[in-house]
């Protein structure tokens, strides 16, 4: 059953193990199972699927380089002239040499894009970075900087394989709870009675009695007022 702490070990063994020229391929394998372990674990199949294809595109890689080597192109160059007898020559090895740079930037991209990837879904930034150095080292190996930008990739590699948690983090991670707010309480205010209209009032010619001053009777003894 595929667990991140098996990636966790995997990964950071493999990271170590590419330091060394005799055991860099066994690193890388270790690297491919931790991605794959990964993948697994977060349910998520292109993560080892982009690794996959940059170990592929890699390998291309590393085979044009040996077919560079082992045809005499280094020979061809100082010995035969641009256009070689008997070797690949100048021209050769430009030509060579620049389908090694394109296979190693294509693998840089399928890897940068699997680290990504990784990073959103365990939390670790040091995948991101790391993908990124891939990237910017492999588009500068043509000027030889490059190769110092990928042994800071190869370290933060590792670092970020022994950066891996035991446990996944929580779907959601990355966005913090939505906060609400209750409505503020409405003030109500005390009901006023309504206010009686005032009236005029008189008082009756012949009894005195106190009436409205509309009245034209008195209600007490009927008289009329005028």
């Known amino acids: 059953m595929a667990s991140l702490s098996s990636a966790k070990i995997l ?3 493999g990271g170590i193990l590419v330091f060394f020229p005799v055991l ?5 394998i270790l690297i491919l199972l931790a991605t794959k372990e990964i993948s697994e674990s977060v349910q998520d199949k292109t993560i080892f699927d982009d690794a996959l294809l940059a170990g592929i595109t890699a390998v291309i890689g590393a085979v044009v380089f040996g077919v560079f080597v082992f045809s005499g192109a280094i020979g061809g160059v100082f010995f035969i002239g641009p256009f070689g007898v008997g070797g690949v ?9 620049g389908a090694f740079w394109v296979f190693t930037i294509i693998s840089a991209i399928f890897l ?3 680290y990504e990837k990784i990073a959103q879904r365990l939390n670790v930034s040091a995948f991101a970075t790391t993908g990124l150095l891939y990237l910017i080292g492999a588009a500068l190996t043509i000027v030889l900087v490059g190769f110092l930008i990928l042994l800071i990739a190869l370290i933060f590699q590792v670092v970020a394989y022994f950066s891996i948690q035991d446990r996944p983090p929580a779907p959601g991670w990355s966005q913090p709870a939505p ?3 209750a409505p503020a309480p409405v003030m109500q205010q005390p009901a006023i009675p309504p206010q009686q209209p005032s009236t005029d009032t008189k008082f009756c010619l012949k009894c005195g009695a106190k009436l409205p001053s509309v009245a034209v009777f ?3 003894c009927g008289a009329k007022q005028s």
């Open 11 to 13: 990964g950071g063994v």
């Open 89 to 97: 020559g100048f021209l050769g090895f430009l030509a060579i040499l």
């Open 112 to 114: 940068k894009r699997s």
């Open 179 to 181: 906060q609400t707010f």
């Open 24 to 28: 860099s391929l066994v690193g890388w």
């Open 218 to 220: 008195c209600t007490s």
